[in-house]
């Protein structure tokens, strides 16, 4: 099984740490959260982050990050050896949750699904339902909502 490492601006890694174990109470061993706190050296946080990817103690490790190239993300990259763990940046909870449903695929497959996971939960939400909504002579049984 993989291990999920959450390495995000504090306090995201555990509010993100603490959502999934709202909706998959059974997940506490294998998601760790490490929140980076300001104005703390990047070399103390990556100390901190090897002992905590240690402590896993999976052979293959997903590190999820809030921001691409925000200290995090450095860490993260330090963190990674592209074999037995894979990092991806732009960390929002539909990614998380789809990782943690696939949690036992193979690395390469689990991030896949969390690239997806993570675009497909972005969406622009209608203030009504759309059975609800005017059209507009130009709509032709067009719908800019995907189920």
Same mark, same amino acid.
């Given at each position: 099984?993989n291990?999920?490492?959450i390495?995000? +601006?504090?306090?995201l890694?555990q509010?993100?740490?603490?959502?999934?174990l +709202?909706?998959?109470?059974?997940? #506490?061993?294998?998601?760790?959260?490490l !929140?980076?706190q300001?104005n703390v050296?990047p070399?103390?946080? /990556?100390?901190g982050?090897?002992?905590?990817?240690a402590? /896993?103690?999976?052979?293959? =490790? /997903?590190?999820?990050? !809030?921001?691409?190239?925000? =200290?995090p993300?450095?860490v993260?990259q330090?963190?990674?050896?592209?074999?037995?763990?894979?990092l991806?940046a732009?960390l929002?909870?539909?990614m998380l949750?789809?990782? /943690? =449903?696939?949690?036992h695929?193979?690395?390469?497959?689990?991030v896949?699904?969390?690239?997806a #996971? #993570?675009a497909?939960g972005?969406m622009?939400?209608a203030i009504t339902?759309?059975q609800?909504?005017v059209k507009?002579?130009?709509d032709q049984n +067009?719908? !800019? +909502?995907?189920?």
């Amino acid at each position: 099984m993989n291990g999920i490492f959450i390495l995000a +601006h504090a306090p995201l890694a555990q509010a993100f740490r603490a959502s999934a174990l +709202h909706v998959f109470p059974d997940c #506490g061993d294998y998601v760790f959260a490490l !929140d980076v706190q300001p104005n703390v050296p990047p070399e103390e946080s /990556l100390a901190g982050a090897r002992i905590a990817m240690a402590q /896993l103690g999976t052979s293959h =490790t /997903l590190v999820l990050t !809030d921001v691409f190239g925000a =200290t995090p993300c450095n860490v993260a990259q330090k963190l990674v050896d592209g074999v037995n763990s894979k990092l991806i940046a732009g960390l929002n909870l539909p990614m998380l949750l789809r990782v /943690l =449903t696939y949690r036992h695929e193979p690395l390469d497959a689990l991030v896949a699904r969390a690239v997806a #996971g #993570g675009a497909q939960g972005v969406m622009q939400v209608a203030i009504t339902a759309p059975q609800n909504q005017v059209k507009k002579p130009h709509d032709q049984n +067009h719908h !800019d +909502h995907q189920q």
